[in-house]
């Protein structure tokens, strides 16, 4: 496999001494401007850019320290111990880790579902996503209108869009099944039949996540697309569609990647429709593993097993995106980059 | 030196989500829900002579207990735990009552939001933490006996006897459920006999001239009646269905079971017992419900108060809520009854008992004694009967005059007065043993497995279940 590197390779370490020198000389004599010692500067502008960087995402690195890391560890600890939260945790060492693997019916069928949901959501959801940025980069008139009504699902509260769906697959009386019977088609139970549940709940984040924030990152980048590909391609006899081929897809596909990483995170997290709409049935058919998860941590209220079960999904997860991260170079082309 | 490429940015940020990911899941939990702190021994009981001691505490043999003298029990205020809606507007209600005998206590009702569930997370959490009130609601199904099995909760025999308490005036069932492992953790607040009641829109009834059932109907005439009340499309899907069961273990497929001489586990709660005759039977008439006669809708997808509102539903299971839920019906002509007496004889009621324990670090047990004992008093039971859906544990509050003549209510008092209290697995997993037999259940009425496929699975999934240690682990 071909290395890649920067088809604007870093400057020559002389040349880039010069840069920074250049970058901090006059400091030295501007009034209210760090003073640097003689020699070689201190606050270098790479570092006063890095300082600039981590004072904006601090807000983020101290919730995360105070809020995120601390349940983190203590969840690992946790995982290690049989802990029902009203007694003193107790010290079992892997066996939780072990029952998962071994001893629990539940744990490997909740995985696979998990895994068929992150099979038809994300491929799907991706696609739409994608189809729907591309109406919307037409810049046809009426594109604010549309991309507002793209929008507005994923900011409707998703126990409303879930509940609102409930009702649209009732099997009886619901709208889809009335719809569908108007051309003498019989649906099917939806969210109350074994085969279809995880298709219906499939639709439903479809219907509340296409035309949200995977949308607008799209869009951001086929708005980053530079003008000049096009017209050099439409000057080189390139129609609509190999433009699309040749010009928007390979610029496209950082964002695609970065969006089909994120997407398979959020679909193996798939919980909330299942706890709403179908409560992990019928028959177990939308027991994921979160929802399996959350059923031992609160509601059996086997913290150490739910614990154990977490870092179980966070290695899968961690493996998923290694993964998604090797095959990259397959198809991932970065601007500014070229094979070495 | 190189700046940041986009790839590596990208790589960072994607790295960076799978670890909050890691770092949420790991932590899984509602929003809202703080990550408990590691719990606190729950302390030794408080000798009673450490509680404030009223000047004249003795309360009379035999007096009902709301009728304990007032002004025992020096200035406190209780926070009572409890859950938001009807039940906390009903709770505000008995202690306006119960100031006014005893204006030195104060009430303070903290109801927490959410479905059981979410409920009883809470009281987890606050229980886990320390910071529950000197009294809990808690549900017989959810964390009663777990709770009692752990310490969190006071015992109460030796209030009971130092007042000399009249245990006779609460059903002898409900009584007996307050009691773990040797112990009583309070009175019995409220009860219901689960799903034994049956009932109907009159209307379809005139239409299809047939006589609503009158409590004394069997099983089979019952499905039959369903069969006669189904009406179908041309294309044979059902327009108006003729019977809803309840499908669940503890409200629902668990009544029949007992109504057929079955039993939902073992008398010691540590063996599963799906293969028996009775249960088998059991399940194979409901199962024909669903599968064969088609006059029920598929569990899980429809609202049944949608289906009552609307006309679409003869006949239905329910508790001695389901008179309440008449407000949104656009019918008026409607009644209720029992359901089908089976092979027992008996209707399979199944008592279910919720309480009002006293917590075990209450530093105000007298005070939270009284009121405790106020709440499942005749006096309140009254308010309960007026006033909500589940009304007392009192055989003089569901035989009352006021309680015949509530069309909705008073069939239940026959139920009451066979019901068995509600059987509890060894280990106190209730509530997981009945998600578990649901999940597994589902595959009846769907038709995806037959009787004998189902109670064996019913059977190795619920026993591994009550092999389990106590409480969770």
Redesign the interface.
């Known amino acids: 496999m071909a290395s890649r590197s ?1 088809t604007n390779p ?1 400057a020559p370490r002389s040349q ?1 001494n010069r840069l920074e020198a250049a970058a901090t000389a006059d400091t030295t004599a501007a009034p209210g401007v760090l003073l640097v010692a003689p020699g070689r500067p201190w606050m270098t502008l ?1 570092r006063r850019e890095m300082l600039a960087g981590y004072v904006f995402i601090s807000p983020w690195i101290v919730g ?1 320290l105070a809020l ?2 601390g ?2 560890l ?3 600890l946790l ?1 290690l111990t ?9 010290f079992v060492g892997t066996r939780n880790y072990v029952t998962a693997f071994t001893n629990d ?1 539940l744990f490997w069928p909740s995985l696979r579902r998990s895994l068929y949901y992150v099979a038809l959501d994300v491929p799907v959801g991706i696609l739409l996503s994608l189809l729907l940025a591309l109406l919307l980069n037409q810049r046809l008139r009426g594109t604010n209108l549309f991309r507002t009504l793209f929008f507005l699902p994923s900011v409707t509260p998703t126990v409303a869009a879930i509940f609102f769906w409930v009702w649209i ?5 619901g709208l889809l099944n009335w719809t569908l019977s108007l051309v003498g088609v ?1 649906g099917p ?6 085969e279809w549940a995880i298709p219906s709940l499939v639709t439903i984040d479809l219907w509340t996540a296409v035309g949200g924030t995977r949308m607008v990152i799209f869009l951001a980048g086929l708005q980053g697309i530079p003008r000049e590909l096009y017209e050099a391609a439409a000057i080189d006899g390139a129609g609509a569609w190999r433009r699309f081929r040749h010009v928007t897809l390979p610029m496209l596909t ?1 964002t695609i ?2 969006v089909t ?2 997407t398979v ?1 959020f679909a193996l ?1 798939v919980f909330t429709s299942a706890y709403i709409a ?8 939308t ?1 994921f593993y ?1 929802f399996h ?3 031992q ?11 154990a079960l ?2 179980i ?2 290695v899968v ?2 493996a998923f ?1 290694f993964v998604q ?1 090797r095959l990259q170079s397959r198809w ?1 082309h ?4 070229r094979q070495s | 030196m190189q700046i940041l490429s986009r790839r590596g940015f990208l790589s960072i940020a994607a790295l960076l989500g799978v670890g909050t990911l890691g770092g949420v899941m790991a932590a899984c939990g509602p929003a809202a829900t703080p990550t408990p702190a590691p719990a606190k021994p729950v302390e030794a009981p408080k000798p009673a002579a450490e509680a404030p001691k009223p000047a004249a505490e003795a309360t009379k043999p035999s007096v009902p207990a709301a009728a304990a003298p007032s002004g025992a029990v020096a200035p406190v205020t209780l926070r009572f735990n409890n859950r938001t809606g009807r039940e906390a507007e009903i709770f505000d209600e008995m202690a306006k009552v119960f100031r006014e005998k005893r204006p030195n206590i104060e009430i303070k009702n903290e109801s927490f939001p959410g479905a059981n569930q979410e409920y009883f997370q809470k009281m987890a959490l606050l229980v886990a933490g320390g910071t529950e009130g000197d009294l809990v609601w808690m549900s017989s199904i959810e964390g009663f006996y777990d709770f009692a099995s752990r310490n969190a909760w006071l015992p109460v025999d030796d209030l009971v006897a130092k007042d000399k308490v009249e245990l006779g005036q609460w059903y002898k069932a409900a009584v007996d459920m307050m009691s773990v492992e040797g112990k009583m953790y309070g009175l019995p607040l409220w009860s219901h006999p689960s799903i034994t009641g049956l009932f109907y829109n009159g209307d379809l009834f005139d239409q299809a001239k047939l006589k609503p059932p009158d409590g004394q109907q069997s099983f089979e005439q019952h499905a039959e009646l369903a069969r006669q009340l189904t009406k179908r499309a041309a294309d044979g899907k059902a327009e108006v269905f003729g019977f809803n069961p309840a499908t669940g273990y503890y409200n629902g497929h668990g009544q029949v079971i007992l109504a057929f001489g079955g039993e939902m586990i073992s008398k010691d709660g540590k063996q599963m017992t799906y293969d028996q005759p009775a249960v088998r039977e059991a399940l194979q008439w409901m199962a024909d419900l669903y599968v064969k006669h088609k006059v029920a809708p598929v569990p899980g997808t429809d609202d049944a108060g949608q289906l009552q509102a609307n006309g679409k539903l003869a006949m239905w299971a329910s508790g001695v809520w389901g008179s309440w839920a008449s407000k949104q019906w656009k019918f008026t002509n409607w009644g209720a009854t029992l359901t089908p007496k089976g092979k027992s004889g008996k209707y399979g009621a199944m008592l279910q008992t919720d309480a009002n324990p006293i917590s075990k670090r209450s530093k105000n047990v007298d005070a939270a004694w009284e009121f405790h004992k106020f709440m499942c008093s005749e006096p309140a039971g009254k308010i309960l009967r007026d006033g909500t859906y589940v009304p007392s544990s009192r055989p003089d509050i569901y035989e009352s005059p006021e309680a015949k003549a509530n069309k909705g209510l008073a069939p239940f008092a026959a139920a009451l007065r066979e019901a068995v209290p509600l059987p509890k697995p060894a280990n106190y997993r209730l509530r997981e043993l009945e998600i578990a037999i649901n999940q597994v259940m589902g595959n009846l009425w769907l038709g995806k497995m037959t009787v004998d496929e189902v109670t064996k699975e019913v059977n190795r999934v619920g026993q591994q279940i009550l092999d389990k240690p106590a409480g969770a682990a």
């Open positions: 920067s870093p880039a790479r995360y995120q890391l349940p983190v203590a969840s690992l995982s049989a802990y029902n939260i009203v007694e003193p945790p107790q019916d697959m009732q099997p009886d009386w019989r139970a939806w969210l109350g039949s074994i950082p990647f970065f990483v994120l995170i997290r179908t409560g992990g049935g019928p028959a177990y058919a027991w979160t998860l959350f059923k941590a609160f509601q059996f209220f086997s913290m150490g097993y739910a614990s977490g870092w999904l966070m997860l961690l995106t991260f991932v970065y601007e500014g980059e």
